[in-house]
């Protein structure tokens, strides 16, 4: 079973949330109250909503990720930038404060079983036909950054050496003109249903 802990400065949300993912058979909530550096007790997951601004948000999803804990963020924000930051900073997952409550066990899970999630409103699309020339590993590794993974994450997964990732990120630098990997995440989740790009074989 699961445990999840809840980060919200609203009483009536953390409410709700503990009795939503209480009522799931393989989840368990607790939930804190939000003061000073957040005294977390061990979870598998903690769900972070807090209303303060997103410098609070960033510094307490960086000291959660650095424990070991992996973060969910429930936002408020519709914010691409705020989402990417928000990976940046170590979230695995990201969901919209309006979603269903379906979706946020599906995100829970999702988190809870490694791999990243993010809300429906912030589904990756395509890149821009004007990079043409991104190969399917260049878009596998562009993904894995979006998702926040690191370059030795990245060369696990793919079965790569951290050296060939680094190349490959050199030549997105050349082709895209974006070095940062926040850059890359924003050209990942650049949403436009009019444009994308197929990748080179």
Do not use: W
Not at 24 to 41: C, I, M, N, S, W
Not at 68 to 93: I, K, M, Q, T, Y
Not at 148 to 165: K, P, Y
């Amino acid at each position: 079973m699961a445990q999840i802990v809840v980060i919200s400065d609203c009483p009536l949300l953390r409410r709700g949330l503990k009795q939503v993912i209480d009522a799931a058979p393989d989840l368990r909530g607790t939930f804190v109250e939000p003061a000073g550096e957040y005294d977390v007790p061990h979870a598998d997951v903690a769900v972070v909503n807090l209303h303060t601004g997103m410098g609070d948000v960033l510094g307490l999803i960086t000291r959660l990720d650095r424990r070991g804990c992996v973060v969910l963020v429930l936002s408020p924000s519709v914010s691409h930038d705020d989402l990417l930051l928000s990976v940046e900073a170590g979230a695995r997952g990201y969901v919209s404060q309006s979603a269903a409550e379906t979706e946020l066990l599906t995100a829970l899970r999702t988190i809870a079983s490694g791999r990243s999630y993010f809300s429906t409103s912030f589904n990756r699309h395509c890149l821009d036909k004007s990079h043409a020339h991104i190969t399917v590993r260049e878009r596998q590794i562009i993904d894995l950054v979006a998702s926040g993974a690191t370059d030795r994450e990245i060369a696990v997964q793919l079965n790569i050496s951290q050296h060939t990732v680094h190349s490959h990120l050199d030549r997105l630098a050349s082709k895209t003109g974006y070095r940062r990997r926040i850059d890359l995440a924003r050209l990942a989740m650049r949403q436009d249903e009019t444009t994308g790009m197929r990748p080179a074989g």
